[in-house]
């Protein structure tokens, strides 16, 4: 018995485990964020509620007084049962002295009544609501998770690409990916194409004749194809190839760094790596990732220009941007343009010390 009672004082190592791995799975789709507000709505959402809904409450007297009729009838009942039940048991029960059927207990079984009766409805509203949110596309939960999934996917992609960028540049002499070019000045593949064989994709880098251009007959076909790495994972496949059915891509390079065999380092930089963007994401006019002349402006501004910088238009409000020294931040919209400007050139000496205090 003590055994028992003692395994019994506290929850099992099994049951804590449970519980923390709910919490992960929560803070993993949904993100900090999620648990706060969840937290919030908890224990203060009905405040928030009152206050949005008892404006628009109107006061029936003719049904105030049908549920204090009915609520006193019910309380007559329940005294009247009562005390039934109470003479009933006492007349059975010879040697035990007759007890009385309290006021009392009718108002704690009146309470319990309307408890569980509100209760009820509460469960019902719950449910009606839980079914509401997972048809609902807009605004759900589900449909938060998914974008917070994809937006994070993104970002890992992003990340690759810097790293790749990294592992080129220390096999090139410090020589950046940008634009390949002919010895007569024509354009013939992109800085993606170059970060093929540090992408999984070694084996299509070398079907691909870096002396003919991209879109020319002997590799047209290779460039047809979707690269994960290079547009978002949520976008429908008819969507990942433009008309003539080459790959698209939801990145662009900065422009004041897409020069020809651009040396990259601290000295060639004197704006500092980490203070100068290297590529960033867009969301209009995609060009398709073998496109030569895949760059633009971050001076454009973001979500400002259809041939500048932007995310989608659901997730508004900034951009992601990978800096040189292979870090990704979020850059919001309404960033001074003369830092964006800044931030965009790589020696131009400008002073970027407000957007560094406030990232």
């Not at 019994?8 to 799975?25: A, D, Q, R």
């Not at 997972?134 to 994070?152: A, I, P, R, V």
């Not at 013939?188 to 070694?202: A, F, G, I, V």
Request: with cysteine; aromatic share 8%.
């Amino acid at each position: 018995m003590e055994s028992e009672a003692k395994k019994s004082k506290g929850p099992t190592k099994t049951e804590i485990g449970v519980v923390f791995m709910i919490f992960l799975t929560l803070v993993f789709l949904g993100g900090m964020y999620f648990i706060f507000r969840f937290l919030f709505y908890l224990l203060l959402g009905w405040y928030p509620f009152l206050l949005r809904v008892l404006p628009q409450m109107t006061v029936s007297v003719p049904g105030i007084v049908t549920a204090c009729l009915l609520l006193i009838l019910l309380a007559v009942v329940i005294q009247v049962l009562g005390v039934q039940a109470t003479k009933q048991g006492s007349s059975q029960t010879e040697n035990s002295p007759a007890g009385s059927w309290r006021l009392r207990r009718t108002a704690v079984c009146l309470i319990l009544l309307i408890v569980s009766f509100t209760g009820g409805l509460a469960v019902v509203g719950v449910a009606h609501r839980t079914r509401e949110i997972m048809k609902d596309d807009k605004g759900s939960f589900l449909t938060s998770t998914k974008e917070f999934w994809n937006q994070y996917t993104f970002l890992l992609n992003q990340r690759r690409l810097g790293k790749s960028a990294e592992l080129y540049s220390a096999e090139n002499q410090e020589r950046h990916p940008t634009v390949i070019i002919s010895s007569t000045g024509k354009p013939l593949h992109s800085w993606e194409t170059q970060l093929l064989p540090y992408l999984d994709s070694t084996a299509l880098f070398e079907k691909i004749d870096l002396s003919a251009p991209w879109n020319s007959q002997r590799n047209a076909e290779h460039f047809q194809t979707s690269i994960p790495n290079f547009i978002r994972s949520e976008t429908p496949d008819e969507q990942r190839v433009d008309s003539n059915g080459f790959g698209l891509s939801h990145l662009a390079l900065n422009s004041h760094i897409a020069a020809p065999d651009q040396v990259l380092n601290d000295q060639s930089v004197p704006d500092g790596l980490a203070n100068t963007i290297m590529l960033g994401e867009i969301s209009t006019r995609l060009p398709a990732w073998g496109e030569p002349l895949n760059a633009r402006d971050p001076a454009l501004g973001i979500n400002r220009h259809p041939l500048g910088f932007g995310a989608p238009r659901r997730l508004r409000g900034g951009a992601n941007m990978l800096f040189l020294d292979g870090s990704g931040k979020f850059i919001n919209e309404n960033i001074d343009p003369e830092i964006l400007k800044a931030l965009a050139t790589p020696h131009g000496g400008e002073d970027v010390s407000t957007f560094l205090e406030g990232r």
